[in-house]
């Protein structure tokens, strides 16, 4: 995965590198809005990372909307101070695809950024998903493990094809808040988790080997390996 | 003393006093024109008809004839004010009650004003000049001193009227200045005074009600809400003071001590994690006072929007559901239909949300928590009640305040603090009310919000 990163403070932008670099991935920084524009307007990405405040006043929306405006479709992930619900609203009206605030956790950037590009190489729409030996059918709304039909309330469906579409991905806590309930705040318990145990409990019951996996610190995994 | 022009309300009286004038002079002029046409077209005509007898002698019984009547009339004191001069080609005066044909007549026969010379004294008169054949002339004259004594009242009256509209124009500019000028002075003594920093003034009311009272209510209203956020905002300031100082030095310590033990690599690391959980713990409580402040700022409100509240009762019961089961604890919802408030729908799920968390943390194994929605006159009631140890009477107004943390939740049961004050803040912001009653045992906290209007 190649990602740009739209930032002026140094220590950020060392921080993202390194941490992209051990998941295998590179970094171009920019670290100010006409360079940022310029590379994104000339090299191929599969991500951007768009500071807002930019040095000499500039907003990174406004590079956002120019880039959408040109016909540029490449998935963009706003980093911003500036949290409130308006600004949050306000980022993904320019164009962006997802709004993190700062002060934000190396874990939760990377996470969001792989959904990111995901769902932009997996655009159109499939009836079916499958990990492993599990499957749903979208259409049908059935889940089944090898073979065996799995009983899931609305919600448990929801939260299980969230992490089906990221399967072999970390997702966190705040990214089932945000796409399973559509909560954009943090209720500060631990009900995610509760939630993640109940559905691990039908889906893994019994089964050899679990699918779902807690990422310590991070979130959870769908994996097939 | 302010110079009188400089001041609004005075400018405003003395623009009346000048539409006033130009108003007097609009009807002024006209009365004026059609009372001179009128008086003089009837004075020409009674001189003009006067005139004519006489011509109508002349050509009867001559020059001499006329004369003779003239004189005949002057003699009998018939001259009904007017003057008669006959005179002879060279205009030599032959009869009359002038003592000779007046200067200043023009040759022409016609209708003028001149001057004429009666008993030595000049009278401004309306004459008509007759041309008769033999070469006289004749002169018929009305005098017209009483009607300009009558022209000359009528401007001293416009004059005096006139005098009039400007002294009580004056008086009132006057007046009203003064009266304004304390009205402003009331309220400008509040500001002066706020200004220098005593906030809880207030413009006193006078108890009428009128624009200016509206006024310093408006004003009143507006001060309140500014002390409001002022004491909101040094209530921020302490809450970080006493509560991110805390979990700051504790950071501050462990991350010292780190850098002078020499630990192996993975109790360092054990130890770096702990202290990122320490920064996330900082982070929270800093959201939370932000979004605090975002609610008691009010700016929030542009974004309402309907909300159905059932609804929100309904997925925040579905979200908490297995936690409570896992609790043991029976968590149930009934709202009625038609809860529908205008609000916002993120901030009163937060709020719910809360309440049940809280509800969840403190009731007792088996037992029941309750969400309940009730429509009551103009208001939507939601409320959600534990049997868990509830809140002493004392301390229930506390407990919404920033950071205060009763008896009965020290030591094992987490928080922040602020997760009461925010559902509080919530309420405050829809124009409701938040309330804390006993469910013996237990405790049922009540949401009041002003229902919608219903959908159009």
């Known amino acids: 995965m190649k990602v740009l990163l739209v930032e002026d403070s140094e220590r950020v932008a060392r921080f993202v590198k390194k941490g992209l670099a051990e998941s295998g991935h590179t970094l171009d920084v920019a670290a100010n809005g006409r360079d940022g524009l310029f590379l994104a307007a000339s090299e191929a990405y599969d991500a951007i990372v768009m500071d807002r405040m930019l040095p000499g006043g500039v907003d990174g929306l406004s590079i956002v909307a120019a880039l959408r405006q040109s016909g540029n479709e490449v998935?963009?992930?706003?980093?911003?101070?500036?949290?409130?619900?308006d600004e949050r609203i306000e980022g993904l009206k320019s164009g962006a695809d997802d709004y993190l605030v700062k002060p934000f956790s190396f874990g939760e950037l990377l996470a969001r950024l792989e959904a990111l590009v995901r769902r932009a190489r997996e655009r159109g729409s499939q009836t079916t998903l499958a990990v492993a030996d599990l499957t749903m059918d979208l259409l049908s709304r059935k889940v089944a493990r090898g073979g065996r039909a799995i009983a899931l309330q609305p919600r448990e469906f929801k939260l299980l094809e969230v992490l089906m579409r990221h399967a072999n991905q970390v997702v966190t806590r705040t990214m089932l808040l945000e796409q399973v309930w559509d909560y954009h705040f943090d209720p500060r318990t631990n009900v995610v988790d509760v939630h993640v145990s109940k559905l691990r409990r039908k889906i893994d019951a019994d089964a050899e080997r679990p699918l779902l996996r807690t990422i310590r610190n991070a979130g959870y995994m769908l994996s097939s390996e | 003393m302010r110079p009188l022009l400089r001041f609004s309300a005075a400018n405003l009286a003395l623009g009346y006093v000048a539409a006033s004038l130009a108003a007097l002079a609009v009807f002024a002029t006209p009365l004026w024109f059609a009372w001179r046409s009128t008086i003089d077209a009837r004075r020409g005509?009674?001189?003009?008809?006067?005139?004519?007898?006489?011509?109508d002698i002349f050509q009867a019984r001559g020059a001499d004839g006329l004369a003779a009547a003239l004189d005949a009339r002057v003699a009998r004191s018939r001259t009904g004010g007017n003057y008669y001069v006959l005179a002879d080609r060279d205009r030599r005066r032959m009869a009359g009650n002038l003592s000779a044909w007046p200067d200043g007549v023009p040759e022409q026969p016609g209708r003028y004003r001149v001057t004429v010379l009666a008993n030595g004294e000049?009278?401004?008169?309306?004459?008509?000049?007759e041309l008769l054949p033999g070469g006289y002339r004749l002169l018929v004259a009305g005098d017209d001193t009483s009607f300009q004594r009558m022209e000359r009242l009528f401007w001293y009256g416009l004059a005096a009227t006139a005098a009039a509209i400007l002294a009580l124009g004056a008086f009132a500019a006057w007046a009203i200045r003064r009266e304004f000028l304390r009205e402003v002075q009331r309220i400008q003594r509040t500001a002066a005074a706020i200004v220098a920093g005593d906030l809880s003034r207030r413009v006193e009311s006078r108890g009428v009600a009128d624009d200016l009272e509206l006024l310093s209510r408006t004003v009143n209203g507006m001060l309140d809400r500014i002390q409001a956020l002022v004491d909101g905002v040094r209530n921020v300031s302490n809450a970080i003071a006493h509560d991110l100082r805390t979990p700051l030095a504790e950071l501050r310590s462990r991350l010292e001590e780190l850098?002078?033990?020499r630990l192996p690599a993975g109790e360092a690391a054990a130890e770096l994690e702990s202290a990122v959980a320490d920064v996330d713990r900082v982070i929270a409580i800093f959201n939370a006072l932000l979004r605090l402040a975002e609610i008691d700022s009010g700016m929030r409100r542009s974004g309402f929007a309907r909300v159905d509240l059932g609804r929100v009762a309904a997925e925040t019961a579905e979200f908490y559901e297995p936690v409570a089961e896992e609790k043991g604890i029976a968590l149930s919802c009934r709202a009625q239909a038609g809860l529908e408030v205008m609000g916002d729908s993120l901030l009163l799920a937060q709020a719910l949300g809360n309440l049940?968390?809280?509800a969840i943390k403190y009731a007792p194994a088996e037992s029941a928590v309750e969400i309940r929605g009730v429509r009551r006159a103009g208001l939507v009631e939601l409320s959600v009640a534990d049997r868990g140890p509830g809140i002493p009477d004392a301390e229930k107004p506390r407990v919404v305040e920033r950071f205060y943390?009763?008896?009965r939740s020290r030591g094992a049961v987490?928080?922040?603090g602020l997760g009461l004050a925010l559902v509080a803040g919530t309420a405050r912001l829809h124009g409701g009310a938040f309330e804390l009653s006993d469910h013996s045992p237990g405790l049922v906290a009540t949401l009041r919000l002003p229902r919608a209007d219903p959908a159009h």
């Open chain 2, 405 to 407: 943390r009763g008896d």
């Open chain 2, 356 to 358: 049940v968390d809280n």
């Open chain 2, 45 to 55: 005509e009674l001189l003009q008809e006067d005139e004519r007898r006489l011509v």
């Open chain 2, 414 to 416: 987490p928080g922040m």
């Open chain 1, 75 to 85: 998935p963009i992930l706003i980093l911003s101070a500036l949290g409130e619900v």
């Open chain 2, 122 to 129: 000049p009278r401004a008169a309306i004459a008509i000049h």
């Open chain 2, 259 to 261: 850098a002078m033990s």
